[in-house]
């Protein structure tokens, strides 16, 4: 069974990869849409990661655009630096992206083991609008004019391959953690704080390891963002941006890995897909987006997708 | 020395006393009752036994340690597991994780591990699920295994909750109203599981319950207890025609 579904798994990678890979080798993919693919890689990061704090550990988190900045400045301040081949020097900027978030997922896990639902969301929220304002002002990192000249020497329209191995790294990483005695660990903390307390859970550990593991793949994340555009600005990393990963995660349904991926690729294609509507595009969108919740959430349309799909309950997740 | 032995345990909610001078000491595998009308402190003395509350005053040993004032989960791991009287389930996983997360403490399957999918995480993974499956079957749950916790009926959501607590591998277990709710055939049959698992694992139980007969019929020892206070504390032959026993329950 297990082993069954890590195969599936390989096997759809390898050949997403491959369809990709021709796709743009052979140029049939438009300039519009090769923009797109690594926007679409990193919104994926950021929502598999976000759902590991919402969806698995059960706590309201409105700060992810915040881990996403720092892992951003971190990793891209070291490419501005650094003067190393960009086989050495991206995987190191990610690295060191990743880990300096991580450092702040530990600093706000704290507060998250003494608050919860609406208190923690609201100082998620402050954290990430600190984080944009010190950028603002920090001279070192450009301040509101923005971190510029992130050049790692590679060529630009190879980066969606190294976004793609950082996905696929991020699905196992996270998932291969929830399937085991340590992520059962953070369901039943979300499920229960007093019960798994009882049954010996460490619950202090558990929550911080969650929220370091989410702020790591975003600082990541960010890293990769940074690399593409070429330059950081503190006001990408707005409370719009965290409030974006959130719909992905709710959209695609909380706990539910292979819902974020699909929700997090077609909130990053339908503003691009609809632009043709002009004026419109936004109210669609908004349209759409209700569309889409319904149709996740709604017990009768539910079924409905149930009869058409003929997928059965299943028990767990 | 007793496994447990509570000294004058005491606990006030601003001005109310809801426990005081509670005195205690179980043996090694003893099966005991805790009983007294409602409102009497009997959870609140199981939340104290478990760390949920600090006691305000008092002390109790358990194996040889002092564990007052201890965390719930370094309680949990000197031996001491418990059920709930609002049953506390995980009710997003499956019946199987929940008892899977009993066993947590019993596996050493490192995050890394974990993560990497090396030999040793399937290893262990396979044997807690077999030791999972076991625990189940002593309840009747083998079936439900992989049903939603929440989707079980009211019965078996106690059971299963008993079987999670035994996950831990404790010395003592605290069974708070494992009958309430059930009809006197599933109550009696429960009663049998109870005693059963007392003898197979060789732990010590601390039990409340309402239903006096049955807790007379089990129970090795019971103690009383009333507006905080231990009334009484004997053998059930003894309690059931303690004077005050009567009056607490029946009035004068």
Same mark, same amino acid.
């Given at each position: ?187 039943? =903390?979300?499920?229960? %704080? @007093? #019960? *798994?307390?009882?049954? +010996?859970?460490?619950? !202090?550990? &558990?929550? =911080?390891?969650?929220? %370091? @593991? #989410? *702020?790591?793949?975003? +600082?990541?994340?960010? !890293?990769? &963002? ?92 | ?252």
């Amino acid at each position: 069974m297990e082993n069954k579904k890590s195969i599936l798994f390989a096997i759809i990678a390898i050949v997403i990869f491959i369809a990709l890979f021709t796709l743009v080798e052979m140029g049939l993919l438009s300039r519009q849409y090769m923009g797109l693919l690594v926007p679409i890689c990193v919104n994926i990061i950021l929502a598999v990661s976000l759902n590991l704090i919402v969806g698995f550990l059960g706590e309201l988190s409105l700060g992810h655009a915040g881990f996403m900045s720092i892992g951003a400045y971190a990793g891209c301040l070291f490419t501005v630096y650094a003067n190393l081949p960009p086989f050495i020097e991206i995987p190191l900027a990610l690295i060191i992206g990743g880990l300096v978030a991580a450092l702040f997922g530990f600093i706000i896990g704290i507060p998250a083991l003494r608050l919860r639902g609406d208190y923690l969301a609201i100082v998620t929220l402050g954290f990430g609008e600190i984080v944009r304002s010190v950028l603002n002002s920090l001279k070192i990192v450009g301040g509101s004019g923005g971190l510029k000249g992130i050049n790692s020497g590679m060529h630009k329209s190879d980066y969606y391959i190294v976004a793609y191995i950082v996905v696929i790294i991020t699905i196992l990483v996270i998932s291969n953690f929830i399937n085991s005695r340590h992520g059962r660990a953070v369901k039943a =903390i979300r499920d229960n %704080v @007093i #019960a *798994a307390e009882s049954v +010996g859970i460490n619950v !202090v550990y &558990y929550k =911080i390891l969650g929220f %370091v @593991i #989410a *702020a790591f793949f975003a +600082g990541m994340a960010g !890293v990769l &963002y940074g690399h593409n555009i070429g330059i950081l600005k503190p006001a990408t990393f707005d409370f719009n941006k965290s409030i974006e990963i959130l719909v992905m995660v709710i959209m695609g349904s909380m706990g539910n890995i292979p819902g974020s991926i699909i929700a997090a690729i077609i909130l990053t294609v339908l503003p691009e897909a609809l632009r043709f509507l002009q004026d419109y595009r936004m109210l669609i969108y908004a349209v759409a987006l209700i569309l889409i919740m319904l149709f996740s959430s709604n017990p009768t349309l539910i079924e409905f997708r149930k009869k058409i799909f003929g997928k059965k309950e299943k028990g767990g997740k | 020395m007793a496994l447990l032995d509570v000294k004058e345990l005491g606990i006030s909610f601003g001005g109310l006393r809801a426990v005081d001078n509670f005195n205690l000491k179980i043996e090694e595998g003893q099966l005991y009752g805790l009983i007294g009308p409602n409102g009497a402190g009997k959870t609140t003395i199981f939340n104290l036994l478990t760390g949920v509350y600090k006691p305000t005053d008092g002390s109790f040993n358990f194996n040889g340690k002092e564990m007052a004032g201890s965390s719930p989960m370094a309680i949990n791991k000197s031996g001491i597991a418990r059920t709930f009287q609002n049953i506390r389930l995980f009710d997003n996983m499956s019946v199987i994780e929940n008892v899977m997360v009993g066993l947590h403490n019993q596996s050493n399957v490192s995050l890394a591990e974990s993560i990497l999918r090396l030999p040793k995480f399937k290893k262990g993974e396979v044997e807690m699920r077999e030791k999972a499956f076991n625990l189940l079957k002593i309840f009747d749950l083998d079936k439900d295994a992989d049903s939603l916790a929440s989707n079980l009926p009211y019965g078996k959501q106690r059971k299963l909750e008993i079987a999670r607590a035994l996950a831990t591998n404790p010395k003592l277990l605290l069974l708070d109203e494992p009958a309430a709710g059930m009809n006197p055939n599933e109550t009696a049959e429960l009663m049998n599981t109870i005693a059963l698992i007392r003898d197979k694992f060789k732990i010590a139980i601390l039990l409340i319950e309402h239903d006096m007969s049955l807790v007379m019929g089990i129970c090795e020892r019971i103690v009383v207890v009333e507006y905080g206070r231990v009334i009484c504390d004997d053998i059930p032959e003894v309690v059931r025609n303690n004077p005050k026993v009567i009056s607490a329950y029946l009035g004068e």
